[in-house]
């Protein structure tokens, strides 16, 4: 695996790439194609050291990201993370793609869980009616309702939106085309 290490408001001394290394090692062994390149990002933000690791492949993208006072913590979490979401979706993963020719995972690795069952992922489903209008109400709408996110049809951009909250109190917005 190839690696991207880059700071934001930092400099990524010898012993912080070093470490990065050795633990991004650990998610070596997940894949099977040594072309994979993992994009790391390190930066600062309000006292708090983030870590923003991207793999991308040929099918799907790995993200996580991870705030702490240390450094050192903050890697070890996104690690963690990342080898989460590989555990965790292993058996979508490997059904979804099985019939490729092209793999990049090798699940030898993961040991099989009991209740890796995918029947309780949806658990509830909901109809809404799309309402037009502009960002500022859709905000309105969506603190009003105190959700994370709010769907409508934007009046501005003429196409269905999905605003969001995002960790830092600001918002995002969704377009589809």
Wanted: glycine content about 2%; some cysteine.
């Amino acid at each position: 695996m190839k690696l991207n290490i880059r700071g934001d408001k930092l400099v990524v001394t010898d012993a912080i790439r070093t470490y990065i290394e050795e633990k991004i090692k650990k998610l070596e062994k997940y894949f099977d194609n040594s072309d994979i390149e993992a994009k790391i990002l390190v930066k600062v933000a309000n006292n708090k050291q983030i870590i923003e690791v991207t793999i991308p492949t040929n099918k799907y993208t790995l993200r996580a990201e991870e705030r702490n006072n240390d450094l050192y913590a903050a890697i070890d979490l996104v690690i963690d993370k990342l080898e989460g979401q590989i555990r965790k979706n292993k058996t979508k993963l490997n059904n979804r793609y099985k019939k490729e020719t092209f793999m990049d995972f090798n699940f030898d690795f993961i040991e099989e869980f009991e209740n890796d069952t995918e029947e309780d992922l949806i658990v509830k489903r909901k109809t809404i009616d799309i309402k037009p209008m502009d960002e500022e109400e859709a905000i309105l709408q969506m603190e009003l309702l105190n959700h994370d996110f709010f769907m409508f049809k934007n009046i501005d951009e003429d196409c269905i939106s999905v605003i969001y909250k995002r960790k830092d109190g600001k918002f995002g917005i969704i377009n589809s085309k």
